[in-house]
T-cell receptor
Framework: ETGVTQSPTHLIKTRGQQVTLRCSSQ?????VSWYQQALGQGPQFIFQ???????GRGNFPPRFSGLQFPNYSSELNVNALELDDSALYLC??????????????FGQGTRLTVV | AQSVTQPDIHITVSEGASLELRCNYS??????LFWYVQSPGQGLQLLLK??????LVQGIKGFEAEFKRSQSSFNLRKPSVHWSDAAEYFC????????????FGTGTRLTIIP
């Protein structure tokens, strides 16, 4: 177990609705990244937060947004849900720094189904 | 832009047999390379990583990987697989300074038969 917890584990939403996914980072980690993993695909980077600021973003539209709180937990918000947003959403936390000195720990993910 | 190719979508191996999962990357300089494993319903667990130095990297659960710059490859190996190794395996690369993202391949699903 990594210490990164995500909630909820599963949820079903209707097209056009909005959803908020939550991530509690591992103790001591100040950087949180979010990934989308569609069925049969590898994870795709959505964005990353460091000290409550977004400091990296992948090729996702603005209706994907996020927040990071002072305790380093994070939220992923998706507006105007589309059927293609159905996926496993993974959160990863790590300490800021070079990748050779840190490791990203992933949560178990939230399975989002849009109908 | 960095990219990763895992040419094998699905591999079936007998328990006790050796395993090699292929990974090819595209990046101009020396990349940081990772192998992750994902069991059903689980998140990703880091098996091993390569940054520099010795090109043969040892990881957890008896896995190792070899970085070959001339072939742009980072193949994962295990001398003898166990039924518990059945999972999805992802190769990933990071090398884009200023952008924190990991770029993953599409994964290789490993099935173990008795």
């Amino acid at each position: 177990e990594t210490g990164v917890t995500q909630s909820p584990t599963h949820l079903i939403k209707t097209r056009g609705q909005q959803v908020t996914l939550r991530c509690s980072s591992q103790s001591g980690h100040n950087t949180v990244s979010w990934y989308q993993q569609a069925l049969g695909q590898g994870p795709q980077f959505i964005f990353q937060y460091y000290r409550e600021e977004e400091n990296g973003r992948g090729n996702f539209p603005p209706r994907f947004s996020g927040l990071q709180f002072p305790n380093y937990s994070s939220e992923l918000n998706v507006n105007a849900l589309e059927l293609d947003d159905s996926a496993l959403y993974l959160c990863a936390s790590r300490s800021q720094g070079a990748w050779d000195n840190t490791e990203a720990f992933f949560g178990q993910g939230t399975r989002l189904t849009v109908v | 832009a960095q990219s990763v190719t895992q040419p094998d979508i699905h591999i079936t191996v007998s328990e006790g047999a050796s395993l090699e999962l292929r990974c090819n990357y595209s990046y101009g300089a020396t990349p940081y390379l990772f192998w992750y494993v994902q069991s059903p319903g689980q998140g990703l667990q880091l098996l091993l990583k390569y940054f520099s130095g010795d090109t043969l990297v040892q990881g957890i659960k008896g896995f190792e990987a070899e970085f070959k710059r001339s072939q742009s490859s980072f193949n994962l190996r295990k001398p003898s697989v166990h039924w518990s190794d059945a999972a999805e395996y992802f190769c990933a690369v990071w090398g884009d300074f200023g952008n924190e993202k990991l770029t993953f391949g599409t994964g290789t699903r490993l099935t173990i038969i008795p």
